[in-house]
């Protein structure tokens, strides 16, 4: 078993290593000027990052204006009760507010929650599951779609905060059934 343990190790170091290389050796055979080539996409790469800076502002001021105003205190306040009902704990609904909209401020809500609560209690591993099954929708179509010139995204809108809540929903769903205490 530790001979299959240690060719896993081997392989997994020398994956992307291998990848890369084949991928040098095949664009040589094909004539592509590997060199040329990396420096026209980093260079496209640098142009579009300045594109997006404007977004990216814009995204970090409404996520300052909307933590520093009190209004995500206040809707987590007035649902509470309600979701409390449901098995939904209140200290995860900062979390589940903010994962759509940035994923660092998630990240940081996540880290205080595993801070409090501890990263093996029921809301610590909520906290990572909601981390690990959602993702950072309005920042995705801000960046992205703002970076290619997409300005109709009322579907895609639509479809991210619904797989959204789908995600939310799914960690509080089975970290209740398989993490809760039993009684």
């Known amino acids: 078993m530790d ?12 994956v992307v290593p291998g990848l890369i290389l084949l991928s040098l050796i095949y664009a040589h055979f094909r004539g592509v000027k590997v060199f040329d080539t990396f ?20 995204m970090m001021v409404a996520i300052g204006l909307f933590r520093g105003s ?28 903010m994962r759509p909209v940035s994923g660092s401020s998630a990240l940081a809500i996540t880290t205080e929650i595993m801070n409090i609560h501890g990263p093996d209690s029921l809301i610590g591993r909520m906290a990572a599951t909601m981390q690990g099954s959602t993702d950072t929708t309005l920042y995705v179509l801000t ?22 809540l789908a995600g939310i929903l799914a960690a509080v769903l089975i970290c209740n059934l398989v993490f809760a205490p039993k009684i």
Do not use: T
């Not at 001979?3 to 020398?14: C, F, G, K, Q, R």
């Open 3 to 14: 001979s299959l343990y240690s060719a896993i190790n081997v392989i997994s170091v020398w």
């Open 39 to 58: 420096v026209e996409g980093a260079k496209e790469g640098f142009e579009m990052s300045v594109r997006l800076i404007p977004f990216l502002v814009g």
């Open 70 to 97: 009190g209004a995500m205190e206040l809707i987590s306040n007035l649902i509470e009760p309600v979701l409390g009902f449901c098995g939904i704990p209140a200290d995860i609904l900062p979390l589940a507010f």
């Open 143 to 164: 960046v992205y779609f703002g970076a290619v010139g997409i300005k109709k995204v009322r579907y895609a809108l639509a479809v991210g905060l619904i797989a959204d």
